[in-house]
């Protein structure tokens, strides 16, 4: 009978993995015209960043950093391939067990793909339509290896070719292969092609400014391995939730302004033009930058004032908050008073540095608050204003455990020298960057072997809500030294000595460096 010298659970798990092959391309392909900005992974990806544990997420930030989202693609990946395997060979084992794994990925990539924000009507036919395909392609396959197992090794007629029940597997299955594999590599060049919004930002031409931000002269001491003054968007740091950055035509956007207010209100990007724009400069921070920690850029921001936008809606006397809404179904609860207070500039932003926000700063429209971190204010591809109480909604980050409210602790950090990069002995400048978003830093302190604190020289300051540079020239001696640094406010505070983790509001503390100095 059959030959069972050779093994067969190598061949029935290849025959899993093209027919999970077969299901993935089909819902890609779907997916272009059903539900575009998503297939199966990407919705499934999505489910577990919304629900992965705050524990595991920092892990995983900390062991993969700004690959994070590809260390989840690759881990999604494996488990696809795992399980394909195990269905191909339990399909040949135990049929239809096979098929009933193909059912329930069917299932869960169906569930994932319809709850995700903004789910469109059709999101479901994806994932249904590729694991009927993903079934039938394993059906088919497992019932070929089975024929090539049942032959007899030496045909019965020996007139006949040999093998052809084994050539007729291993043709179907390089057929099934190359057809999936074109068919999932061209739905993703077509989905870049088509839906990519650098394409949409390369059209669009923003309004001048009326006032402009002038970096003065002085703002930046150009010191080496020191961050510059205005972030390049190329550098500015990127953190948010959404695995494919959202695509969205400035030509169809619009933001409503909803909840307590006296009238709703919707209005287009070319209503937000013709309010007239100008310049804000606007240091953005995370809450998940750690002390000396690099999650923190400055920006010259072209847009409106939140408070003329949300004055449109005319807001209810109670209420005390807004919840603003992105398209993928993130939300910031920022105060209402740090939006409408008349010296707060918070802005609804088109532009950065000159230019439309790149994609994944949040084209085409965003916010940007000074003072508050970025998960409770800085929304990207905006979309709501829901004017709100604390008492009635949430934001994304709140049942997740991160404080509501959470004004930006203001903070000092040394850029140059830097641990583990020794200099050489004489003189070298101590230089980094200090914020305290809408206070303004009054000084810096730098303090040399737990010496007495000496004050930095300052860089020429963009405004109260732009971080400024700090500098000391120090006359370096062989061996090891520690550096450290503190701010002092224009409100006259100290920057908080005590440290604090960056859960659930954000960091605290005093960085404290070591420095190796080497002869001259
Ligand atoms: N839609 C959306 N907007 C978002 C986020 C997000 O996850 N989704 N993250 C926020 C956080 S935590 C921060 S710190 C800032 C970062 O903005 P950036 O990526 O432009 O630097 O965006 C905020 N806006
Ligand atoms: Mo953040």
Redesign the pocket.
Known sequence: MAQDTERVWPWSALAGVVAAAAFLATAEALALVASPGGGPLVAVGGVVVDTIPRPLKELAISLFGAYDKVALFAGLGLAVLVAAAAAGILQYRARPAGVAIVGVAGAAAVAAAVTRPGAPAWAWVPGTVGAIVGAVVLMLLIARLRAWRAAPAVPKDPAAPRGLDRRAFFRATAVAGAAAVLVGVGARLVDAATSSAEALRSELRLPSPGRTVEVPAGADFEIEGLAPIVTPNAD???????LVV?TVDPATWTLRITGRVEEEVEITLQDLFDMGLDEYGVT?????NPLGGD?V?NAIWLGVPVRDVLALARPDADADMVLSR???G?T?STPLGSLTDDGLDAIIAVGMNGEPLPP???FPV??VVPGL???V??????TELKVTTFAEDEA??TPRGYSAKAPIKFSSRIDTPRTGTPVAAGRVPIAGMAWAQTVGIERVEVSIDDGAWQEAELSNPINDDSWVQWRLDWDASPGTHYVAVRAINRDGETQIEESAPIYPNGSSGWQRLLVTVNEG
Do not use: I, N, Q
């Open positions: 500015f740091y990127r953190v948010d939730t959404a959202p953005l921070t995370c809450v998940s999650l850029g992105s398209v993928d993130f910031a994944e700063h949040g965003r916010m971190y970025g998960y204010s800085a929304t990207k591809w905006l994304y980050w």
